[in-house]
């Protein structure tokens, strides 16, 4: 390592222990990792810390390297890369074929806390009611799988469920050692959907279900697109990303992000410098509500289309008319026997 390379290397790790406990180095030379080690532990020497050698390992992504098994566990995650054909090999930036694809997915010891967290909530609330137990379980649920629902999670999340669907049906047995599988079932597992084994419960009239871990959806990080800038004002773009904008109301910045940026009437991609209007999907001249639920983001020009054809008579659905809005500023245009005249 270069006396140059030396000195910006250490610059960057006392920006680094100043923040983090954990530490990882990529590289695809051994050497060159080595060499790194060795420079971290004379970083550390000089402030009368060292490596720990039970947390301290050197292995390979692909393959078994000295005894160390392939991958590492980093924050919860286990990164490993595994050998595969070319329909399913990743790229380089130059186009070329690697051979390998990398995989990341919850790390095995992570599962375990987890679900070990689960059980103690369980076997803590035998004595309390069901929707007792469902309110205690949800947070911790919700919580793991959103921290992990960006990677290869799917088949983690349908067997943790398993084990947990197990407990809960061992939670019901031991509240009722007398009764049979059959009458547990229908006393804490419900029908909904396609689902005949929801562990929920009713309340009045509010159903309290738990959430299932495979029901969580799988969201893959989308990279940002070409030189896009949060400041660039493409607000109709950052707002679909990310479901908010300094130049968006809230209320179209959420139905950008849930429609994923495309008009619910065309199907067309929204555009930076069209004009966007909400819509209630049951007109509320015909009983619809004021609420996300009957909302929709629309270009203009389908609002209008839209509006004629579901009978809405404008006057209780937020539309003054159902004649078709003018593009334009309204000082260059005005109607004559139905028609838009422009002026120039």
């Given amino acids: 390592m270069s006396g140059d390379v030396h000195v910006r290397f250490c610059e960057r790790l006392e920006g680094w222990f100043l923040w983090a406990t954990l530490l990882v180095i990529l590289h695809e030379d051994l050497k060159v990792i080595n060499q790194c080690k060795k420079e971290v532990e004379e970083w550390l020497s000089d402030i009368g810390l060292e490596l720990k050698p039970s947390k301290t390992r050197i292995a390979h992504c692909l393959s078994d390297l000295d005894g160390e098994k392939a991958g590492f566990n980093f924050l919860g995650f286990n990164i490993r890369q595994f050998s595969v054909g070319k329909y399913s090999s990743g790229k380089s930036s130059n186009g070329k074929l690697l051979g390998y694809k990398t995989i990341i997915r919850p790390s095995i010891e992570s599962q375990k806390r987890h679900y070990k967290k689960l059980k103690e909530e369980i076997n803590k609330r035998r004595g309390l009611s069901q929707s007792r137990l469902i309110n205690s379980l949800n947070p911790i649920v919700r919580g793991w799988c959103n921290y992990f629902c960006t990677v290869n999670s799917k088949e983690v999340f349908g067997k943790i469920y398993s084990l947990v669907f197990l407990k809960l049906f061992k939670w019901g047995s031991h509240r009722h050692p007398n009764k049979g599988k059959k009458w547990i079932r229908h006393k804490y597992f419900k029908s909904i959907n396609n689902n005949n084994w929801l562990f929920a419960t009713l309340e009045g009239n509010n159903l309290i279900k738990l959430v299932r871990h495979d029901s969580i959806e799988i969201k ?57 209007e909400v819509d209630h999907i049951i007109p509320k001249s015909k009983g619809g509500k004021d609420k996300y639920e009957n909302w929709q983001l629309l270009h203009r020009h389908c609002h209008d289309t839209k509006t004629v054809n579901d009978g809405s008579s404008g006057t209780k659905s937020n539309c003054n008319s159902v004649e078709p809005k003018p593009p334009v500023k309204p000082e260059s245009w005005f109607w004559q026997d139905d028609m838009l005249v422009m002026t120039h």
């Fill in 220 to 276: 893959r990080h989308v990279k940002v697109k070409g030189n896009s800038s949060p400041y660039d004002g493409d607000w109709v773009y950052w707002s679909s990303r990310m479901g908010k904008h300094p130049e968006v109301s809230t209320k179209v910045g959420n139905l950008l992000k849930t429609q994923k940026g495309k008009c619910a009437h065309c199907k067309n991609y929204f555009k930076d410098g069209d004009s966007l």
